[in-house]
Every structure is written in structure tokens, then in C-alpha cells.
């Protein structure tokens, strides 16, 4: 994976603003604190609010369940960390209630967990013979007849807002920040007229979380997968019910578990084993996510002492693949397009492929134990470029492509 872009662009602006505009009423500790000091768990819908409903159970009684069971690991595991939920109990609150129970907290990570659902298949089982009229005659004609089956979808997804909803995501930011100021205050209005580098800080600020989103997103779906579960990949997402990932002043993820509508989803949704098994990958993600913004944060630490505590813009180190130490790729791109995971192969140059200008990647995997092969396209420097590219796939036709970290 590559992160080299905010360590080279952004991360002094950031650093730098973020000291200033705290110093006065923050002193700073030489000590460096822990990145990750306060994680947000909402579990999904509530209260009359039921979600996706399955043959026997709603979505609200499964998010609540995980919920609670990822909060305890995370208590357990990790003490030094305060963990905050939207709802323990059976309960309904406005989604701008949820990310201001967030930003009240100072979160420095929120996770909203929900569950997916399609609607149910129609097959025709038969056909009967009706009589119409057809001038003076009456026509035999045969009418299927339908039956409806639950949908076989089956998989977890991890979403971040979409690129579309950045500006959504800056204004949280300036209500929210580290900044800590009113964004219609006069002294606000006033630190624009005389250090606009303060509004430098909050873009910067807002694009490194969507890269640390993007990065966690990835791990969790990493870890769903090595538990054996089917990953439908980490995406962005505009639809309705994202809401609460624009609004939240913080890196922010949105999991579905699984597809509640699957009877065979459902039935491990709602399995003690099931449920324990989800909440230990996410945690276990967040766990790496949390270990790699340390080794950052102390490396910048070391540099400068006086560094902000909250998260910031991080680099991923992958290993070479021969022996040795592990090393940054040089290379600034950041995103890739994941085009397809599919049991058909393909080499880089069919003509599938024909169209997509640019690199394309294969990588063999295991679902199921069943060998797939997961095609990528490219490597693209911003997540404007990333996004044009996505909607460009999806006319050509991969119609499931989405953005992902490289």
C-alpha cells in the first residue's frame, strides 16, 4: 500500500497549524500521545427504527448485538482507549443525534455497523392458460405464474463517504475540528482574514481522513476475509443512510455485516459464534490501524516533539518481497480501481481490458476456499482521478468497481 502523499504535501502544514491554533490553551506534552484515545460505536437503526428484516430478525437487533461485543473487546484489549456508543440499548436516534453524541465525544474513529439486505428473487414455477379477446375470438394465451425466493447475496462491505460528499465532510470539520473555534464566529472570521493557512489545515486535515477511512476500511474487509468470510470489497458511498460519515469530524467507517434478506447469512448473523467472530475482525483491523498510526506519529515525534496528538495523515508500510527490512515504496500514487473478483481468468492484456488505459493488476485469492482472481486498474495520485476512473469502469461495464488503496 502507498500513503507517501500527505507525509510529503500536507503533513507540515497540518502539524504546524494544528500547534499553533492549540498552543495557547493547550500546552503540549513532550510525552507523544496515543493516535487513538476515544472510539465511537454506533450500532445501526434502533428503537422504531428496525432496518433490513430477515425471516425471523431486524437489523437493529444484530448491530446492537455486534455493537456491544466489538465494545467489550475493545475494552478489554485495549484500556487505554475510551469507547463511547451511540446506543446500548433498543433505542431510536436521529442520525444527526449520532454524530453529535461523536463529535461531542472527540472521537478520534467512528464505525457505524449495519446489515445488508436485497430484495427476493422472482422465478416463474409454471404457467396457466387465460382467454382474451382478440376481435370477435377469444385467444388461449399462457401467463406465468411467479413464486419469490430469498436473494442468494451474500458478503461484508466497508463504505467511506464519497469524494461527492467532501464538503459535507469540511463543514463538520470546522464545527468539529481540532481547531475547537465556532466556524461563524468573529475570531473564526477573523483567523481567515489574517491565517488562512487555517482553512489550508482543515482540506488537509479532511483528505487525510479519507485516506485513514479508506486504510481502515481496507483492513476491516482484510480481516472479514481471513476469517473466511466473502468480501465484497472497501467502497465509497453517496446513497441515503452514509449520512452520518460526512457529518462526523473524524476518520469514519460504515460496515455491513452481511445480508440479513440470506437465510444463511442470517442464521450467522445472529449466531453467538457469528457475531463474536465479526466483531473480532473489526477489531482486530482498528488494532493494526491503531499500530501503524503509532509507528507514524512517533517517527514524526521524533522529528519534531511538539507534533499534534490527534490522527494525522499516515504512510503504510508493506514488506519488499525479498528478505530485509520493511521499506516506503517511493512511488506517491495512492489509489487503485479494483475492476472485478471473479472465477474467470484474465490476462492484463484482454481485450476486456481493451478500453482502461493504464496498468492492470491480478491477483490470485481464496473465497470459500474456492481460487477467484481480483483484477485492479491503475494507480491513481488523487481521489478526484480515482473517482473519474471508477465511473468510467462502470460505464465499460464493471459495474461493481469501486476505489481502493494500492
Not at 437503526?45 to 428496525?50: K, L, T
Amino acid at each position: 500500500m502507498r500513503w507517501n502523499r500527505f507525509w510529503i504535501l500536507g503533513l507540515g502544514t497540518l502539524f504546524t497549524c494544528t500547534f499553533f491554533i492549540q498552543a495557547k490553551n493547550n500546552p503540549v506534552s513532550k510525552k507523544q500521545e496515543n493516535p487513538i484515545r476515544t472510539i465511537v460505536i454506533d450500532a445501526g437503526h434502533g428503537g422504531d427504527d428496525p432496518g433490513a428484516r430477515g425471516s425471523y430478525s431486524t437489523e437493529k437487533q444484530v448491530t446492537l448485538a455486534v455493537a456491544l461485543k466489538l465494545g467489550k473487546i475493545l475494552e478489554d484489549n485495549l484500556p487505554d482507549v475510551k469507547v463511547v456508543y451511540t446506543r446500548k440499548t433498543d433505542r431510536f436516534d436521529d442520525p444527526r443525534k449520532k454524530a453529535q453524541i461523536a463529535n461531542d465525544a472527540k472521537g478520534d474513529l467512528f464505525v457505524s455497523i449495519h446489515c445488508n439486505s436485497t430484495a427476493k428473487i422472482r422465478k416463474v414455477v409454471d404457467y396457466k392458460t387465460v382467454y382474451r379477446k382478440k376481435g370477435k375470438k377469444k385467444i388461449a394465451v399462457k401467463q406465468p405464474i411467479y413464486a419469490y425466493y430469498p436473494s442468494n447475496a451474500k458478503g461484508t462491505e466497508t463504505y467511506i463517504w464519497a469524494t461527492s460528499k467532501n464538503n459535507a465532510k469540511m463543514e463538520s470539520l470546522k464545527q468539529n475540528s481540532v481547531i475547537v473555534l465556532d466556524a461563524d464566529s468573529e475570531e473564526t472570521k477573523q483567523l481567515a482574514d489574517e491565517n488562512p493557512e487555517t482553512f489550508i489545515l482543515l482540506n488537509t486535515l479532511r483528505n487525510a481522513y479519507f485516506d485513514q477511512s479508506l486504510r481502515l476500511s481496507t483492513l476491516i474487509e482484510d480481516e472479514f476475509t481471513k476469517a473466511g468470510r466473502i468480501s465484497r470489497g472497501a467502497r465509497q458511498r453517496n446513497e441515503k443512510g452514509i449520512w452520518v460519515l460526512s457529518a462526523t469530524a473524524m476518520p469514519s467507517v460504515l460496515v455491513e455485516l452481511g445480508f440479513i434478506s440470506n437465510p444463511e447469512e442470517e442464521e450467522y448473523l445472529n449466531s453467538t459464534n457469528g457475531q463474536q467472530e465479526l466483531a473480532m475482525g473489526i477489531f482486530k483491523a482498528i488494532k493494526r490501524y491503531r499500530d501503524e498510526l503509532e509507528r507514524f506519529t512517533n517517527r514524526a515525534s521524533n522529528t519534531d516533539e511538539s507534533t499534534a496528538s490527534r490522527p494525522q495523515a499516515f504512510n503504510h508500510v508493506r514488506k519488499p518481497a525479498g528478505k530485509g527490512k520493511n521499506s516506503v515504496p517511493p512511488s506517491d500514487d495512492a489509489y487503485c480501481v479494483q475492476l472485478m473478483t471473479t472465477d474467470k481468468l484474465y490476462t492484463p492484456g484482454a481485450s476486456i481490458f481493451r478500453k482502461l488505459h493504464g496498468s492492470i493488476s491480478h491477483e490470485q485469492i481464496v473465497m470459500n476456499k474456492k481460487k477467484m482472481h481480483r483484477y485492479t486498474w491503475g494507480h491513481f495520485k488523487t481521489d478526484r482521478q480515482a473517482s473519474t476512473a471508477v465511473r468510467k469502469a462502470r460505464k465499460l461495464g464493471f459495474r461493481d468497481a469501486f476505489v481502493t488503496s494500492c
